[in-house]
């Protein structure tokens, strides 16, 4: 059974950092893209960091230079350092796993960004 079990979510205020985690199992976690999407209310899920098989990243625009995806193998865990966050980073954020031929999302866990 894959499990995909996020933690760190929060509220924090605009400038400040929080890093999320995702527990994997069930997957073949080295051969699968692991990272991050988030959705807004009223907004399309959207692509926040993705970390490929290849071990290359890919990040959306509106985080570039501010958040960071990582990978460790023992326990297979995915995070997302979110630092300078900002009020429009308001979302849940989802984990996500793509082993080959399928795609799988964590529950999602809510980031607030407000004074």
């Known amino acids: 059974q894959v499990q995909l079990v996020e933690s760190g979510g929060g509220l924090v205020q605009p400038g400040g950092s929080l890093r999320l985690s995702c527990a994997a199992s069930g997957i073949a976690f080295s051969r699968s893209a692991m990272g991050w999407y988030r959705q807004a209310p009223g907004k399309q899920r959207e692509l926040v960091a993705v970390?490929?098989?290849?071990?290359?990243?890919i990040y959306g625009d509106s985080v570039k230079g501010r958040f960071t995806v990582s990978r460790d193998y023992a326990p297979n865990t995915v995070y997302l350092q979110m630092n300078n966050l900002k009020p429009e980073d308001t979302a849940v954020y989802y984990c996500?796993?793509?082993?080959?031929?399928?795609?799988?999302w964590g529950q999602g866990t809510q980031v607030t960004v407000s004074s």
């Open positions: 970390l490929t098989v290849a071990g290359s990243t």
């Open positions: 996500y796993a793509h082993p080959p031929a399928y795609t799988y």
